[in-house]
């Protein structure tokens, strides 16, 4: 797994409530980045980290945001969770040389 | 913007068969084109890449070739096994930088024994 762990694997929350998930990388990546899998969508990105508190926007940031206070971790934060927020999120890291190394993912359902 | 478009699923095929998984894309500039697979359970894995027209990817015994002309990056394999079910991503990468992916939305492929 390139060394990545997410956290947590799954999770239900409730309507309303706020959400972090985290990710940490033990490869001393640059990039960092978050997408979400829904069926019928592929994989779509939310945010992504080019260094130590430097963040831009995805596709899909709308509802999300991300801090990377250190090197190796990265959280993506849902403020007010919402039932169009259940999905599957990955985190993935790699730079302009280096192919996408993603995570294994965390199943978030929002009831 | 820039957008991937695969072949609808679920394909289901017999062990030994010969597969290829259609991907076509839209794109400004010259983008790398990436299939990704997904096991149950797991994250994405990088299958292969091609940077340039022309370049052939290939890896475990599954090719694609970047078609510029064709804007396409179709996926086969000549005889599949019961291990490659699995679900297949086509994706590019835009300008220089992150690499911020954009994803088709996947084919999910069951190889019958």
């Known amino acids: 797994d390139a060394g990545i762990t997410q956290s947590p694997r799954h999770k239900v929350t409730e309507t309303g409530t706020p959400v972090t998930l985290r990710c940490h990388q033990t490869e001393n990546h640059r990039y960092m980045y978050w997408y979400r899998q829904d069926p019928g969508h592929g994989l779509r990105l939310i945010h992504y980290s080019y260094g130590v508190k430097d963040t831009d926007k995805g596709e899909v940031s709308d509802g999300y945001s991300v801090s990377r206070s250190k090197t190796e971790d990265f959280l993506l934060t849902l403020e007010s969770a919402t039932s169009s927020q259940t999905s599957v999120y990955f985190c993935a890291i790699g730079g302009v040389r280096s192919p996408l190394h993603f995570g294994n993912g965390t199943r978030l359902t929002v009831t | ?113």
């Open chain 2, 1 to 113: 913007g820039n957008s991937v478009t695969q072949m609808e699923g679920p394909v289901t095929l017999s062990e030994e068969a010969f597969l290829t998984i259609n991907c076509t894309y839209t794109a400004t500039g010259y983008p790398s084109l990436f299939w990704y697979v997904q096991y149950p359970g797991e994250g994405l894995q990088l299958l292969l890449k091609a940077t340039k027209a022309d370049d052939k990817g290939s890896n475990k015994g599954f090719e694609a070739t970047y078609r510029k002309e064709t804007t396409s990056f179709h996926l086969e394999k000549g005889s599949v096994q019961v291990s490659d079910s699995a679900v297949y991503f086509c994706a590019l990468s835009g300008p220089q930088g992150a690499q911020k992916l954009v994803f088709g939305q996947g084919t999910r492929l069951t190889i019958n024994p």
